[in-house]
């Protein structure tokens, strides 16, 4: 929804990564920036601070090579420091990790270099590392949530003036990220797709872009643009609607209403922007009936990000837990091409210094 410039809602999980530090070299007046890697085999990397910073082959590298020129295009020193690196976050799964990474990185460095940033540009630092020096096309919300992100709440994210605001999440709910073992490559090269036709609607109706259009304008406008261009224009602004009614039953622990709106969200993926693939359509039917199958249900269940990760996330009373492990144990994986795997993870705060005691 970012590109749309809607709402987003999202949240940091209690995985991490952590970053050591200390001054760093500083030889016949120039300085160094020194990084070891814990989690890639104590790989070591060395950045001259006096000259442009390039990139290197490895992709780790890059994520800190792109902090350090993102600071100093910003006008920032840094200064000579040593930086270890070590983490948890799960990689290629959606779940934020390199927005983890360079937002840790991005700290350090400014601590150390003594560099007074608010946490909006900390976070447009980590993302213009992915973005302008990797060449990602990370959405500024990841770095964001691991900025500002607060413990036990959803962080709401206006992605036009990008203020934000923490959303305390019912205690009876509990959280399941579901990894489906699926990583249907053939989805990332239509992203871009979906974000051209979903601009082209936006066109077709007038306005710069559709978090200015209502369902019901764009309903009665269905015949200014194509089939396709309609479609994806359904999701997003549908979407954005959503938002609302998902923050007021998180925080009610409404899990009727979780469960009424995240079916419609994963069936407008689906349906509407087409990026789902059957198995994870399967995964998600398999983990909603299980849910509701008492006739009351207790929570709800989606693919989250787009299925090139494979992930999908249920929103669940805390005594259902282990209902929705058990669907997705005994009654998905004997017919799955991958066996799936489910994590419960809680809604932590975003990054900070940690003072050795």
């Known amino acids: 929804m970012e590109a749309q410039q809607g709402f987003v809602l999202s949240c940091a999980i209690d995985r991490e990564t952590v970053v050591a530090l200390s001054a760093g070299p500083e030889i016949g007046g120039r300085g160094y920036v020194e990084v070891v890697a814990i989690d890639e085999g104590r790989a070591m990397d060395k950045i001259a601070l006096y000259e442009p910073v390039i990139q290197a082959k490895d992709p780790w590298k890059n994520l800190v090579r792109g902090v350090v020129a ?37 700290l350090a460095l400014t601590q150390i270099s003594r560099i007074s940033i608010s946490p909006g540009e900390m976070a447009l630092v980590a993302w213009e590392a992915e973005n302008d020096f990797l060449g990602s096309t990370c959405a500024l919300t990841d770095p964001m949530v691991s900025v500002s992100a607060t413990r036990g709440a959803a962080l709401l994210l206006d992605c036009r003036s990008f203020e934000h605001m923490p959303i305390a999440v019912s205690a009876d709910l509990a959280m399941v990220v579901i990894d489906s073992g699926v990583r249907p490559e053939v989805v990332r090269s239509t992203l871009a797709k979906r974000r051209a036709e979903a601009d082209m609607a936006a066109k077709a109706l007038g ?29 997003v602004v549908d979407e954005i609607a959503r938002v609302e009614p998902m923050a007021v039953a998180l925080a009610h622990g409404d899990t009727a209403a979780l469960a009424e709106t995240m079916r419609a969200s994963h069936a407008s993926l689906r349906d509407c922007y087409v990026v789902t693939v059957p198995m994870i359509d399967r995964l998600v039917d398999v ?19 787009t299925s090139v990760s494979g992930q999908v996330i249920a929103v669940v009373q805390k005594d259902a837990v282990e209902t929705v492990i058990d669907a997705v144990e005994t009654t998905y994986n004997p017919q799955a091409d991958a066996p799936a795997s489910a994590t419960v993870y809680t809604m932590t705060g975003g990054a900070r210094e940690i003072t050795p005691t």
């Not at 070590?86 to 927005?99: E, H, K, N």
């Not at 978090?211 to 999701?235: G, I, W």
């Not at 199958?293 to 269940?301: E, S, T």
């Open 207 to 235: 306005v710069e872009t559709l978090r200015d259009v209502s369902p019901e304008t764009l309903e009665a406008n269905k015949d200014a643009m194509t089939p396709d261009a309609y479609a994806r224009a359904r999701h």
């Open 70 to 106: 993102a600071l100093q295009q910003r006008g920032h020193c840094v200064l000579p420091a040593r930086l270890s690196i070590a983490g948890d976050v799960p990689i290629r799964t959606d779940l934020a990790s390199s927005s983890s990474f360079t937002v840790a990185v991005a």
């Open 287 to 305: 983990v909603a009936h299980s849910l509701e199958a008492g006739g009351v249900p207790l929570g709800g269940v989606r693919m989250t990000g």
